[in-house]
């Protein structure tokens, strides 16, 4: 029998991670309070399912009803065994139809065969189909007083709210790092499977909050490594997921370390880890260190002790504007990414964005320089750090910016503010601003601005929104402009121009070589 079946919780005591459940369910047993329909929302693998067969044994146990089943009676044994008459597990997504529930409609009716109530447990309650839906309605409306139904589900907005108005719900949440590698700790140590511990974080990581999928993985492994169980052994088993490498690489951005960062990224590449995955772990090992700055307590659910005391090190040394820059480049980054197609380019642009900060000309990155001029000394422990003051809206900041004087514009003078156009743009539409910003200008006329993208996929973006651009644009210069692009290449080493935005990779690149 497989280890999440074998160790499938037998009473409350036994479902773990979920206290606040088991305490009202426990109360509302003892005081008598029991409902005729319960709703169990929450992600896959969290105890739903058990939780709603321990309440059934609860209602149903000879000693009950009892918040601690014996689970050796004859009622309990039949309903752990499925051969109760009067406990019944039906699965929505198979029995979804409007003629199943007129069938469940009509066996309600009856009264129980040997138990003290009917319990229905309507698993992948979210499967019922609209009309099926409203056929199970008039039972919960009208429900005869031996029937209790407990209806489980993953996703509980995809079911009527007349459905949800009437049960009471309970939200089980995932299960915590440290929770389900305690657990799975235990089931190792009593099915003699020998695993060491950053494995066993390994599969907590993988599982995602679902104690099932971590003891599946966990029994997989066993049998894939027959021996000792390491942190090679799941990554052969399972694939690798980057996370470690995406650790590296926040390590490096941090410690400015330009050439480091790059051949971390080269060596994901070589080593086959998506560039999008690699981007999305960079962005959760940022999201770990900007929320260890504010309240470390908040990352006990997300991470094992470990890697909490490795993420607290690293932000005794980190601003929290910087990490709250280095999140808005990542996310820009994967966003730029899903448009362009090239994950790997969008990556180490936003890398040397990071690390070169003198060299981005954006005003986000003086911003970043000015602050951290201010700043003087690294940041404080975070025990000794006072409460930030909020920064000041972006969008009031670029207000007060000088408009240009009436009279003759100059390309020189659009250069000159062109990286405020581009921080406006991305305000109102981020997905654009990635390609604005690899755009070059290099003609007007007086009346009429030309920018040069490099390829057909940055010209084909902007030349649906240049309305937006141009709109940017006559609010930084107080001039309302036509805007023209082309495809061009940007020039070449040999023809001497300084880098604007579009060249700044290349531009860093040589400067690191």
């Given at each position: 029998?497989?280890?999440?079946?074998?160790w499938?919780?037998r009473?409350?005591?036994?479902?773990?991670?979920?206290?606040?459940?088991?305490?009202?369910?426990?109360?509302?047993?003892?005081?008598?309070?029991?409902?005729?329909?319960?709703?169990?929302?929450?992600?896959?693998?969290?105890?739903k399912?058990?939780?709603?067969?321990?309440?059934?044994?609860?209602?149903?146990?000879?000693?009950?009803?009892?918040?601690?089943?014996?689970?050796?009676?004859e009622?309990?044994?039949?309903?752990?065994?499925?051969?109760?008459?009067?406990?019944?597990?039906?699965?929505?997504?198979?029995?979804r139809?409007?003629?199943?529930?007129?069938?469940?409609?009509?066996?309600?009716?009856f009264?129980?065969a040997?138990?003290?109530?009917?319990?229905?447990?309507?698993?992948?309650?979210h499967?019922?189909?609209?009309?099926?839906?409203?056929?199970?309605?008039?039972?919960?409306?009208?429900?005869?007083?031996h029937?209790?139904?407990?209806?489980?589900?993953?996703?509980?907005?995809?079911?009527?709210?007349?459905?949800?108005?009437?049960?009471?719900?309970?939200?089980?949440?995932?299960?915590?790092?440290?929770?389900?590698?305690?657990?799975?700790?235990?089931?190792?140590?009593?099915e003699?499977?020998?695993?060491?511990?950053?494995?066993l974080?390994?599969?907590?990581?993988?599982?995602?909050?679902?104690?099932?999928?971590?003891?599946?993985m966990?029994?997989?492994?066993a049998?894939f490594?027959?021996?000792?169980i390491?942190?090679?052994?799941?990554?052969?088993?399972?694939?690798?997921?980057?996370?470690?490498?995406?650790?590296?690489?926040t390590?490096?951005?941090?410690?400015?370390?330009?050439v480091?960062?790059?051949?971390?990224?080269?060596?994901?590449?070589?080593?086959?880890i998506?560039?999008?995955?690699?981007?999305?772990?960079?962005?959760?090992?940022?999201?770990?260190?900007?929320?260890?700055?504010?309240?470390?307590?908040?990352?006990?659910?997300?991470l094992?002790?470990?890697?909490?005391?490795r993420?607290?090190?690293?932000?005794?040394?980190?601003?929290?504007?910087?990490?709250?820059r280095?999140?808005?480049?990542a996310?820009?980054?994967?966003?730029a990414?899903?448009?362009?197609?090239?994950?790997r380019?969008?990556?180490?642009?936003?890398?040397?964005?990071?690390?070169?900060i003198?060299?981005?000309?954006?005003?986000?990155?003086l911003?970043?320089r000015?602050?951290?001029l201010?700043?003087?000394?690294?940041?404080?422990?975070?025990?000794?750090?006072?409460?930030?003051?909020?920064?000041?809206?972006?969008?009031?900041?670029?207000?007060?910016a000088?408009k240009l004087?009436?009279?003759?514009?100059?390309l020189?003078?659009?250069?000159?503010?062109?990286?405020?156009?581009?921080?406006?743009?991305?305000?109102?539409?981020p997905?654009?601003?990635?390609?604005?910003?690899?755009?070059?200008?290099?003609d007007?006329?007086?009346?009429?601005?030309?920018?040069?993208v490099?390829?057909?996929?940055?010209?084909a973006?902007?030349?649906?929104?240049?309305?937006?651009?141009?709109?940017?644009?006559?609010?930084?210069?107080?001039?309302?402009?036509?805007?023209?692009?082309?495809?061009?290449?940007?020039?070449g080493?040999?023809?001497?121009?300084?880098?604007?935005?579009?060249?700044?990779?290349?531009?860093?690149?040589?400067?690191?070589?």
């Amino acid at each position: 029998m497989s280890l999440y079946r074998t160790w499938r919780p037998r009473t409350f005591g036994d479902l773990v991670g979920q206290d606040a459940v088991v305490r009202t369910l426990t109360t509302a047993i003892e005081t008598g309070r029991l409902a005729h329909a319960y709703l169990f929302s929450g992600p896959r693998g969290s105890g739903k399912t058990s939780a709603a067969k321990i309440l059934a044994r609860c209602i149903d146990c000879v000693a009950g009803p009892t918040p601690t089943p014996d689970n050796t009676c004859e009622n309990c044994r039949a309903i752990l065994d499925g051969t109760a008459l009067d406990v019944l597990e039906i699965d929505a997504a198979s029995n979804r139809g409007i003629d199943e529930i007129r069938a469940l409609r009509e066996a309600v009716k009856f009264a129980p065969a040997t138990m003290r109530r009917k319990v229905y447990i309507v698993d992948e309650a979210h499967m019922l189909t609209r009309e099926g839906a409203n056929a199970f309605l008039k039972t919960l409306e009208e429900p005869p007083e031996h029937a209790v139904f407990i209806l489980c589900t993953t996703a509980p907005e995809a079911l009527p709210a007349t459905i949800l108005s009437r049960c009471q719900r309970y939200a089980f949440r995932r299960i915590a790092v440290s929770t389900m590698i305690g657990r799975m700790r235990t089931i190792a140590a009593a099915e003699g499977i020998a695993i060491d511990e950053p494995a066993l974080a390994a599969i907590a990581y993988r599982a995602d909050g679902g104690l099932r999928d971590a003891l599946t993985m966990l029994e997989q492994a066993a049998a894939f490594g027959g021996g000792r169980i390491d942190l090679a052994t799941i990554e052969d088993a399972f694939g690798a997921t980057g996370r470690a490498t995406a650790q590296e690489l926040t390590a490096a951005l941090l410690a400015g370390d330009a050439v480091g960062a790059l051949r971390i990224v080269e060596r994901a590449s070589d080593e086959g880890i998506e560039m999008q995955t690699l981007l999305r772990g960079t962005i959760g090992e940022l999201r770990h260190l900007l929320v260890g700055r504010i309240d470390p307590a908040l990352l006990e659910h997300d991470l094992s002790a470990e890697d909490i005391e490795r993420v607290l090190r690293l932000t005794e040394s980190t601003s929290q504007a910087r990490l709250v820059r280095g999140l808005r480049l990542a996310l820009d980054a994967l966003a730029a990414a899903r448009l362009s197609g090239n994950a790997r380019l969008e990556l180490e642009t936003a890398v040397l964005r990071f690390v070169l900060i003198a060299e981005d000309p954006t005003l986000e990155s003086l911003s970043a320089r000015i602050e951290a001029l201010e700043g003087g000394a690294p940041a404080a422990p975070v025990a000794q750090r006072p409460v930030p003051r909020p920064a000041k809206p972006k969008a009031a900041a670029q207000a007060a910016a000088p408009k240009l004087p009436a009279g003759e514009l100059t390309l020189q003078r659009l250069e000159h503010h062109w990286p405020a156009v581009i921080e406006r743009v991305r305000e109102r539409k981020p997905s654009v601003s990635g390609h604005l910003a690899r755009a070059r200008l290099v003609d007007f006329d007086g009346a009429t601005l030309t920018i040069a993208v490099p390829d057909e996929t940055t010209h084909a973006m902007l030349r649906d929104a240049l309305a937006i651009v141009g709109q940017m644009l006559a609010d930084t210069t107080g001039h309302g402009l036509a805007i023209k692009t082309i495809i061009s290449e940007p020039p070449g080493e040999d023809e001497g121009d300084e880098p604007d935005a579009s060249d700044l990779l290349g531009y860093a690149v040589k400067k690191l070589r």
